[in-house]
């Protein structure tokens, strides 16, 4: 085990934060990074690195790859931050990063983690097929205002609800089609500033997906899941889990749920678990989009994107300086 001289929060994107050419410049590194990825298309079975690095771009953002892809990234990224002195204080991850980060904290293998991302993007992916659903975004609704117009609409139109609550200004909302495009004129009137229809293959987060939950909950039964060895903010509460059953249990109902990312960066940013807030929170694997959300909301925390060689290289120096202020 590395000696690990830093401890930093840690958080993990989730669907969207893929693109092509995605940890290309990690396969070469040296070391556990480089190792992982060169071993990921043997333990998914099929090649996910030539789409990863190649694209095309439609092919890498279908659920069952773009997820599997975000987890390699990042798990490669905590593998060289390790070999680095640099290791989680806590842990969080928007939804498929909820993985992630249970990887970087010991509660899943790095194989197992890709392998149930895998599984969990496939089953996400044949719903979405069966049962045809849509996802919006909203901006400028409270997530309380967005789930009384959803309750409003789904009493006539079928199932819409409230599935993501980003940040305060933002929360996305997943149901049947229907019911999602009723909902956009009725959450303009209650006053949203946009409601922007996104590009996803099914209704995530929302009770259309109970069979896909279903059959990834028997999967999941056939993992070990072990006690994270730093806290880990669970999507469906947005409270600390320690133990490997309250965490099994999050996943479970994870694709049901919606995922309470606002409550939880509340917390980490508020010093949940160390009692002050922390000047570095780091968001680890591709993409800046959760930084993005934060950084105007938390002014005292430096968010810090960490997805690339140059940004991993420069990370040791940046958190000697600040220990050393």
């Known amino acids: ?41 043997g333990i998914l079975g099929f090649d996910l690195t030539p789409i990863m690095f190649d694209g095309p771009i439609e092919t890498l953002t279908e ?6 892809a975000i987890l390699a990234h990042s798990v490669a990224v905590v593998l060289a931050l390790r070999e680095r002195g640099i290791g989680p204080s806590l842990v969080a991850g928007h939804s498929l990063g909820e993985y992630s980060a249970a990887a970087a904290a010991g509660a899943l293998s790095c194989a197992d983690a890709l392998r149930a991302v895998r599984r969990r993007g496939e089953l996400m992916f044949a719903a979405g097929a069966e049962v045809p659903g849509a996802m919006a975004a909203v901006m400028g609704l409270s997530a309380d205002q967005v789930a009384a117009v959803c309750r409003e609409v789904s009493a006539i139109h079928g199932v819409v609800v409230l599935a993501n609550h980003n940040s305060d200004v933002q929360v996305a909302i997943s149901g049947e089609v229907a019911a999602v495009a009723a909902a956009g004129p009725a959450l303009t009137a209650a006053g949203a500033k946009r409601v922007i229809p996104l590009n996803v293959s099914g209704a995530f987060h929302s009770p259309l997906l109970e069979g896909a939950a279903t059959a990834f909950r028997a999967f999941l039964a056939t993992l070990p899941i072990h006690d994270p060895d730093v806290p880990l903010v669970a999507n469906v509460t947005a409270a600390a889990v320690t133990t490997a059953a309250a965490l099994g249990d999050g996943f479970g109902r994870q694709l049901t749920s919606p995922v309470r990312w606002h409550e939880t960066m509340e917390g980490i940013a508020a010093g949940l678990g160390a009692g002050a807030p922390p000047p570095f929170i780091l968001e680890v694997g591709p993409g ?28 040791p120096a940046l958190l000697a300086d600040r220990a050393g202020n």
């Open 288 to 315: 800046k989009v959760l930084t993005g959300l934060a950084r105007r909301a938390y002014p005292g925390t430096q968010f810090v994107p960490v997805g690339t060689v140059e940004e991993i290289e420069a990370l």
């Open 1 to 41: 085990m590395q000696n690990i001289l830093h401890r930093v929060p840690m958080i993990f994107p989730g669907q969207a934060s893929q693109s092509v050419g995605m940890a290309r410049d990690l396969m070469a590194l040296p070391g556990a990074a480089g190792e992982f990825l060169r071993s990921v298309d």
């Open 63 to 68: 659920t069952r790859n773009a997820q599997p």
